[in-house]
């Protein structure tokens, strides 16, 4: 466990530092969907308060999709243990996005528009500049691919993204740490998962790349990290212009 939680520290302090994500008098909003990937964002921004050479608070919102049968329970207590200040807001954007009402776009590009709105506005609310996500690598790589096979663009989501004109920041600390570590990490630490009843969750798009890129990481265990390092080290001169 010791080596495992080294490692993903040591990641996430590589993230931290090359992109500036915290700052003196910072006040982060994560968003906590109850996954692995934001309970951890949650637990090393606890972790990093106590080192890091600058204050900085935090609190966290849960945004429930309306899928019957979701339970935030063990998500919440544990919040209510570690003393963690949070909101928790149902909502219906899960429900309408799989509903006939939605004929115009997917399931998941309308939920995914509606939750980040009322994140946005969320944020302004309770004064957060800042609000941290929990996207991993393999979120990151997953998602250039499908920008770059179906959106006809070569972009990413990055470690520190600024929404409008820097009102408002986007930070990822699990930018450079892949899905596998963070599952086992969470495990070891025995946070409380909260399970995913979205009925696209593994259909779909995104699920077919990211089975396909899982093939390619099996076949070389070189692959993810070259592909990582080739997000930072672009030759625009051996593009199409």
Avoid at 25 to 50: N, Y
């Amino acid at each position: 466990m010791a080596s495992l939680r080294k490692n993903v520290n040591r990641l996430v302090g590589q993230v931290m530092h090359r992109y500036d994500l915290l700052a003196e008098g910072d006040r982060i909003m994560v968003a906590l969907s109850g996954g692995a990937d934001s309970m951890l964002t949650l637990w090393l921004l606890e972790q990093w308060k106590h080192k890091a050479p600058i204050s900085y608070r935090l609190m966290a919102v849960h945004l429930d999709m309306g899928f019957p049968g979701h339970n935030p329970g063990p998500m919440t207590r544990y919040l209510d243990a570690r003393g963690i200040s949070y909101h928790t807001e149902e909502t219906d954007y899960g429900m309408m996005a799989h509903s006939s009402a939605n004929t115009e776009k997917s399931p998941c590009f309308l939920c995914a528009m509606l939750r980040r709105k009322r994140l946005f506005e969320l944020a302004d609310r309770f004064g957060c500049r800042k609000i941290a996500l929990g996207h991993n690598l393999d979120d990151i790589i997953e998602t250039f691919f499908m920008n770059v096979c179906y959106g006809g663009e070569m972009s990413t989501m990055v470690p520190m993204q600024e929404m409008f004109d820097g009102a408002l920041n986007l930070i990822r600390p699990l930018a450079f740490v892949e899905k596998s570590k963070v599952r086992r990490l969470v495990k070891q630490l025995g946070l409380p998962v909260v399970p995913n009843l979205c009925p696209s969750a593994s259909t779909g798009t995104r699920t077919e790349l990211r089975m396909f890129l899982d093939r390619l990481y099996m076949s070389n265990p070189n692959v993810r990290g070259n592909i990582r390092r080739a997000l930072s080290r672009i030759r625009r001169q051996y593009l199409l212009g």
